[in-house]
Each structure stands twice: as C-alpha cells, then as structure tokens.
C-alpha cells in the first residue's frame, strides 16, 4: 500500500536555527514527490516537486532533497515567517492521485 | 495565484440534508481533485476528476458524489449529511500535460453538520 509518513510531527526552533523535515514514502513507482507549505485557514501552497532520486530544489531559505525512500526540507536560518505545516505528497506511476503525509507543524520563534 | 475559487467558504448544515459544494477554475486544467482536510489524517482524496464527465473515486468517496459538466467547474455532493463529514474541503487542480504534475489548491470550504 502507498503511504506517506511525516517526521517530526511538531517542531518549535529558535530564528536561525536551521534543521531539517522528513518524509519518508513507500510507493509502488515513484512519479513525483511534492512539499507543500500550508497557513492556518488556508489552502496548501506549492513548494517544489522531485521526480528522482538525488534531485535537490532551492528557494529561498529551503532546500527539498529526495533519495529512493525519502525526502528531507531543509530549513536554514528560519524566521518567525517561515512558521507554518508543511506537507508532503506522492504521485505513484500510472496514477495521476497523490498520496498526503500528516504534515509537519513548524513554529520559529523570535 | 492559480485561478481556483470554492463556495460557498462556510457552511452549517443539519444531518441528513444534501449539501453541494462548488469548485471553479480559471486556469483550463484537465484534472481536478476533492479532499477533506481532518486533524490526524492530513489530506484524503474523495473523487478527482481527469476529463469532463471523466472521475473515479478516492480513498474516502463513500458518501460523497461528483460531477462536471464543464471543464470549469467540478461539484462535491453530500447526499445526506452525516456529522462524520465535519471537515475542511479543499479542491485542487493540476495538468500534467505541461510536463508538471503540481497541484493547486483552493481556498478551503469548511463544513459543519449538526
């Protein structure tokens, strides 16, 4: 079965302490790995998509990375902005649906 | 912004009657999609949509109903509504025929059934 599994659930970090967001996928062929930024009350918004493994994606203060079991989002230096739940999905081969992790809740503190 | 709106943004309802929500977009995507958003589950797919009059369902289509007549618009049915719906709705669109699979979502409709 397709699954998406997000780690940490929650993480509370000091403005520039950089770290890192996990997401780990099984899926039967991988068409594309998507991180997702989500402000309470309102609809996710489009990071960066991965199609194979060893792509890397920059912008801004964030970085996705993609192996052939997971993904890391890269935070360096965060600010209270960057506060938000961000989310991961898969889109496994021969379909065109996408498979949503729990997310990760982000908090930069001042 | 990609061009998506959902309405209505709120709505209460009392259990057992039939609710539709509506999705339009602007953008002409081939596909669209309809999620409910619940705390602990994330994002489940209901029924998507690859063409008009073309949809199949989601992990969790059991009763819901979809339809599109036209390429814009893509409608989410409650038939009866149960508390069990409760949630946020939120829709998405994508066309992959731009050589990119990216999902845009809308803004979210948030259902209450009493």
């Known amino acids: 079965e397709d699954q998406v599994t997000q780690s940490p659930e929650a993480l509370r970090l000091q403005e520039g302490e950089s770290s890192s967001l996990n997401c780990s996928y099984t899926?039967?062929?991988?068409?594309?790995l998507f991180w997702y930024r989500q402000d309470p009350g309102k609809g996710p918004e489009f990071l960066f998509t991965l199609y194979s493994a060893g792509e890397e994606k920059e912008k801004e203060r964030l970085k996705a990375t993609l192996t052939k079991k997971e993904s890391f989002l890269h935070i360096t230096a965060p600010k209270p902005e960057d506060s938000a739940t961000y989310l991961c999905?898969?889109?496994?081969?021969?379909?065109?649906?996408?498979?949503f992790g729990t997310g990760t809740r982000l908090k930069v503190l001042a | 912004d990609a061009g998506i709106t959902q309405s209505p943004r709120h709505k209460v309802t009392e259990t057992g009657t039939p609710v539709t929500l509506r999705c339009h977009q602007t953008?002409?995507?081939?596909?669209m999609y309809w999620y409910r958003q619940d705390p602990g589950h994330g994002l489940r797919l209901i029924h998507y949509?690859?063409?008009?009059?073309?949809?199949d369902k989601g992990e969790v289509s059991d009763g819901y109903s979809v339809s599109r007549s036209k390429t814009e618009d893509f409608l989410l049915t409650l038939e009866s509504a149960t508390s069990s719906q409760t949630s946020v709705y939120f829709c998405?669109?994508?066309?992959?025929?731009?050589?990119?699979?990216?999902?845009?979502f809308g803004p979210g409709t948030r259902l209450t059934v009493l």
């Open positions: 998405a669109i994508s066309d992959p025929s731009g050589g990119e699979d990216t999902q845009y």
């Open positions: 899926v039967s062929g991988l068409r594309g």
């Open positions: 949509s690859y063409g008009v009059k073309d949809t």
């Open positions: 953008e002409n995507h081939r596909y």
């Open positions: 999905a898969v889109q496994a081969s021969g379909t065109y649906k996408y498979i």
